[in-house]
């Protein structure tokens, strides 16, 4: 989910990525292997490089979310949803096709516990009577989890749409989130990627230390537009689903807003 840490996982606050999702425990120096021009490309998508790491299939930025060679060549024009002081975000590409359903299979290399938690994931999109609907399938899914690779410093990553059609896999690291935490907890997690995969960015992303503590930190959002939803608080948003951190063991649901902004989208 945004910083869903490993270290805070393990004790002050789990956050989805154990290097990434806003964490200042997370914080660490780029890897050489990244070159000065993908470093710019990030930079100009609006992402900050501080906890960048080259994984298979691209970049991790921001503690979960896979940055494709795809996107990152892409024309910088993505806008914003703002949610009170602490903005929900979304990028330009979105899942297209409404209504539509959208399938998630559960891989087995992921213990049977995660399928109970995608079970209520699915039920927690669906309860919201989106024009955008859910269901869990066996194979042929849009979107698979699948467990991450061996010694993965994130608890769960995902990326975002493309050609209007939602990202097709999040890596899922139980390794690191385990199988005896409550099914809310993991599926909030799980609910929090998915979100990445139909567009949604971290909701403090202006500030990630709202979610993880630290140091404030606002990347900026190089050519972003900014699009207020009607209706939402001018006041902080303290329990959103796509808060860049979530402390262990924490179940959240859709709140008010993050509802409203489901709604404007799907």
Same mark, same amino acid.
């Given at each position: &989910?945004?910083?869903?840490?490993?270290?805070?996982?393990?004790?002050?606050?789990?956050?989805?990525?154990?290097?990434?999702?806003?964490?200042?425990?997370? +914080?660490?120096?780029?890897?050489?292997?990244?070159?000065?021009?993908?470093?710019?490309?990030?930079?100009?998508?609006?992402?900050?490089?501080?906890? &960048?790491? #080259?994984?298979?299939?691209?970049?991790?930025?921001?503690?979960?979310?896979?940055?494709? =060679?795809?996107?990152?060549?892409?024309?910088?024009?993505?806008?914003?949803?703002?949610?009170?002081?602490?903005?929900?975000?979304?990028?330009?590409?979105?899942?297209?096709?409404?209504?539509?359903?959208?399938?998630? #299979?559960?891989?087995?290399?992921?213990?049977? *516990?995660?399928?109970? *938690?995608?079970?209520?994931?699915?039920?927690?999109?669906? *309860?919201?009577?989106?024009?955008?609907?859910?269901?869990?399938?066996?194979?042929?899914?849009?979107?698979?989890?699948?467990?991450?690779?061996?010694?993965?410093?994130?608890?769960?990553?995902?990326?975002?749409?493309?050609?209007?059609?939602?990202?097709?896999?999040?890596?899922?690291?139980?390794?690191?989130?385990?199988?005896?935490?409550?099914?809310?907890?993991?599926?909030?997690?799980?609910?929090?990627?998915?979100?990445?995969?139909?567009?949604?960015?971290?909701?403090?992303?202006?500030?990630?230390?709202?979610?993880?503590?630290?140091?404030?930190?606002?990347?900026?959002?190089?050519?972003?537009? *900014?699009?207020?939803? =009607?209706?939402? =608080?001018?006041?902080?948003?303290?329990?959103?689903?796509?808060? #860049?951190?979530?402390?262990?063991?924490?179940?959240?649901?859709?709140?008010?807003? +993050?509802?409203?902004?489901?709604?404007?989208?799907?």
């Amino acid at each position: &989910m945004s910083k869903f840490s490993f270290l805070l996982a393990l004790g002050t606050s789990a956050a989805l990525a154990l290097t990434g999702c806003q964490k200042n425990a997370e +914080d660490v120096a780029k890897p050489a292997e990244i070159s000065s021009d993908v470093a710019m490309q990030v930079k100009a998508l609006g992402f900050g490089t501080q906890d &960048m790491q #080259a994984v298979e299939g691209g970049y991790l930025v921001e503690g979960d979310i896979l940055l494709t =060679p795809e996107l990152l060549a892409s024309k910088t024009d993505y806008s914003m949803l703002r949610v009170g002081a602490d903005e929900q975000y979304r990028t330009t590409n979105l899942v297209t096709g409404l209504p539509r359903t959208i399938t998630l #299979a559960v891989s087995s290399t992921l213990p049977s *516990a995660y399928v109970t *938690a995608v079970d209520e994931v699915v039920r927690r999109y669906n *309860a919201e009577n989106l024009q955008l609907r859910f269901a869990r399938v066996t194979s042929g899914a849009n979107i698979t989890l699948t467990n991450s690779p061996s010694g993965a410093s994130y608890l769960a990553s995902a990326g975002f749409p493309s050609g209007g059609n939602p990202y097709n896999q999040v890596l899922v690291n139980s390794r690191a989130i385990g199988t005896s935490n409550a099914t809310t907890y993991i599926a909030t997690i799980l609910a929090h990627e998915v979100g990445h995969c139909i567009g949604f960015r971290h909701t403090d992303y202006m500030n990630r230390a709202y979610s993880c503590g630290g140091t404030a930190t606002n990347e900026g959002a190089s050519t972003v537009g *900014a699009i207020l939803i =009607p209706g939402t =608080p001018s006041a902080a948003d303290p329990n959103s689903w796509m808060l #860049a951190c979530v402390g262990s063991g924490t179940n959240r649901p859709f709140n008010t807003n +993050d509802r409203t902004a489901l709604n404007y989208l799907y």
